[in-house]
């Protein structure tokens, strides 16, 4: 129902714009996370959006660098991600709950990932 892409190889400095389509159903009425999970380490939130993308939540090794949005008209939820860092490498994963929170286990719904790497 969510399918994340958008990931790949880039150097550090670079940039990536990761998405969020969701199908089978309309997400539009709710909170949209971002999640990531690095090998060897816990998943951690990266950013969210509420339902109305009137409000966007950061983690605070992100925050500056990274943006989220979201499309409620396409089902979408998007994550520009700017002056990457190789310790920015890790699986992302897109979540969807009805109230955004920064505990991954909370999250209802979640996509399949993607991977995003950066080279020093």
């Known amino acids: 129902q969510l399918q994340a892409s958008g990931g790949g190889l880039v150097q550090a400095g670079g940039s990536l714009r990761l998405s969020c389509a969701a199908s089978g159903r309309t997400f539009s009425n709710y909170a949209m996370a971002w999640f990531r999970q690095a090998p060897g380490k816990e998943r951690e939130f990266v950013a969210a959006?509420?339902?109305?993308?009137?409000?966007?939540y950061y983690a605070d090794v992100v925050q500056g660098r990274f943006t989220i949005s979201r499309d409620n008209a396409k089902n979408t939820v998007y994550l520009q991600m700017n002056s990457l860092k190789p310790e920015d490498t890790a699986v992302y994963y897109c979540?969807?709950?009805?109230?955004?929170?920064?505990?991954?286990?909370?999250?209802?719904?979640w996509g399949q990932g993607t991977q995003v790497t950066v080279s020093s």
């Open positions: 959006t509420s339902w109305s993308g009137g409000r966007t």
């Open positions: 979540a969807a709950r009805y109230r955004w929170i920064a505990e991954a286990n909370a999250y209802d719904f």
